[in-house]
């Protein structure tokens, strides 16, 4: 078929029992833009702290959504163009939410010669094969064949207020960070310091081979006359000092410039660094999904390849502070523990660990906030897959922070919300006496600047003892 035509079905070509289909998957976006068609704004749709409430627990889709891909199963496939819509009858069978991809079928039930009518059922299933809406539908099919161009669709961007914004405001009070950037040999490494000192996060000092910094700096137009350079013969020395530079308080922030992250932290995790503290050196990622409710945590998808209960303990405990570092000291954030399943299994360790990790939570082990495991994903995050499940915990469906079995899991998750989902993610190092920037060339420049306003909001902390 080609894609850039339409072509039609003919009252003649149609015989009783024909079919065909259409699928589509529900967005964010869809929702938004079907609200500002219709008017349709009910807060079922459109405010997911009211819809958390409802009957529904969660965002869904406008039924007529769903309706209108019946429309344009008929209008554009079978029968297709030259159809007219003359009546149709639904029945809504279950809500369909943000994620589900949706089936409509269009079955050829009877034919009326005199007048070109055809009548159709119609049926609409979700991805785990059920019904979501059904009905029949009645149209005066086309006559004559007819092959047309394809509309060419606007490519529309809705802006979206991100939950993050409030974060950079929130720096505007605080004292910008020196910050060592390692290595900085590469165009993109600078425009983001510069995006950076732009919003008053950073105080930049530069480390690495002068004379590669300076070609990057004329590469993307900016002026380093204003900044602080310390030159090294390579990237492994420019490392190794702005840890001397850190230990020694002379810069309050480690930001990772053009330079592998093992490098970076290789010289940042020795005993011997003067960076260490009692927990575990791990990574989090801070996630605004457009398809979930409120922020996450994700952690660790960048350094701890393998962690044992011991570790994950730390790495628990670190996001826990991050979290009450953002959100407030008096907020008890809730970690799912993830795994492939929800009960406890002896070959399956991270369920074990998972079981561990609660039980020293109940001891005083890990403190500040609420630990459920193990939580497949989907009970983590979804109150529709815990009822399904009988899932009863204060954790699942509700989720503040995501702590995966180990770096595979945590690294994939991440950057699928990210490159399929349309979420920001912000990286930050956590662990160690002074924040830890890890941004990637991949990383849009708010992004960016929410890790730096990241590292400016923990430093705040540990100078107010709220960190140890």
């Known amino acids: 078929m080609d894609e850039q035509f339409l072509e039609n079905?003919?009252?003649?070509?149609?015989?009783?029992?024909?079919?065909?289909?259409?699928?589509?998957?529900?967005?964010?976006?869809?929702?938004?833009?079907?609200?500002?068609?219709?008017?349709?704004?009910?807060?079922?749709?459109?405010?997911?702290?009211?819809?958390?409430?409802?009957?529904?627990?969660?965002?869904?889709?406008?039924?007529?959504?769903?309706?209108?891909?019946?429309?344009?199963?008929?209008?554009?496939?079978?029968?297709?163009?030259?159809?007219?819509?003359?009546?149709?009858?639904?029945?809504?069978?279950?809500?369909?939410?943000?994620?589900?991809?949706?089936?409509?079928?269009?079955?050829?039930?009877?034919?009326?010669?005199?007048?070109?009518?055809?009548?159709?059922?119609?049926?609409?299933?979700?991805?785990?094969?059920?019904?979501?809406?059904?009905?029949?539908?009645?149209?005066?099919?086309?006559?004559?064949?007819?092959?047309?161009?394809?509309?060419?669709?606007?490519?529309?961007?809705?802006?979206?207020?991100?939950?993050?914004?409030?974060?950079?405001?929130?720096?505007?009070?605080?004292?910008?960070?020196?910050?060592?950037?390692?290595?900085?040999?590469?165009?993109?490494?600078?425009?983001?310091?510069?995006?950076?000192?732009?919003?008053?996060?950073?105080?930049?000092?530069?480390?690495?081979?002068?004379?590669?910094?300076?070609?990057?700096?004329?590469?993307?137009?900016?002026?380093?006359?204003?900044?602080e350079i310390i030159d090294t013969e390579h990237s492994h020395a420019a490392a190794i000092k702005a840890v001397e530079l850190a230990a020694a308080g002379k810069v309050a922030a480690i930001m990772k410039g053009s330079l592998h992250t093992e490098e970076l932290l290789a010289a940042i995790v020795p005993q011997s660094s003067g960076l260490r503290t009692e927990y575990r050196i791990s990574h989090a990622y801070l996630i605004d999904s457009p398809s979930y409710h409120k922020p996450l945590i994700i952690t660790d998808a960048a350094i701890n390849i393998a962690p044992d209960a011991a570790t994950k303990a730390d790495i628990c405990q670190n996001s826990i502070t991050l979290w009450r570092t953002l959100y407030g000291e008096e907020t008890m954030p809730k970690v799912a523990i993830l795994a492939a399943v929800e009960t406890v299994n002896p070959k399956m360790q991270a369920t074990v660990d998972a079981a561990i990790l609660c039980k020293m939570a109940d001891r005083g082990q890990i403190t500040g906030g609420i630990l459920d495991g193990p939580l497949a994903f989907d009970n983590a995050i979804s109150k529709h897959a815990t009822e399904e499940k009988g899932i009863h915990s204060l954790v699942a469906g509700d989720a503040d922070i995501l702590l995966v079995p180990e770096i595979e899991t945590g690294n994939v998750l991440a950057k699928q919300l990210t490159f399929l989902g349309g979420a920001d993610a912000a990286g930050i190092v956590l662990g160690a006496r002074v924040p830890i920037i890890l941004t990637s060339r991949a990383d849009s420049v708010y992004t960016k600047l929410l890790s730096c306003a990241l590292a400016v909001k923990i430093a705040a902390a540990r100078r107010a003892g709220e960190i140890k």
């Open 9 to 227: 079905i003919t009252f003649d070509e149609l015989a009783v029992g024909r079919q065909d289909v259409l699928t589509r998957t529900l967005t964010q976006d869809d929702i938004t833009l079907f609200a500002v068609m219709s008017g349709d704004v009910n807060p079922a749709h459109m405010d997911a702290e009211y819809a958390k409430s409802d009957v529904f627990h969660g965002i869904v889709g406008q039924g007529i959504w769903t309706a209108s891909l019946i429309s344009a199963l008929l209008g554009t496939v079978m029968p297709g163009v030259g159809t007219i819509y003359l009546e149709q009858d639904i029945k809504f069978k279950k809500p369909v939410r943000i994620g589900d991809t949706i089936t409509v079928t269009a079955i050829v039930r009877d034919k009326r010669a005199d007048k070109l009518i055809v009548t159709l059922d119609c049926k609409a299933v979700n991805q785990r094969g059920e019904i979501v809406a059904e009905g029949l539908a009645t149209v005066l099919a086309p006559k004559d064949k007819l092959r047309v161009a394809r509309a060419t669709l606007p490519n529309i961007i809705i802006p979206r207020d991100s939950r993050f914004h409030t974060i950079i405001q929130s720096c505007e009070e605080l004292e910008a960070l020196r910050t060592a950037i390692v290595h900085p040999v590469q165009a993109d490494t600078l425009q983001a310091t510069a995006d950076a000192v732009k919003a008053g996060l950073i105080v930049p000092v530069l480390i690495g081979p002068i004379d590669k910094i300076k070609v990057a700096a004329k590469e993307a137009k900016i002026d380093l006359s204003g900044w």
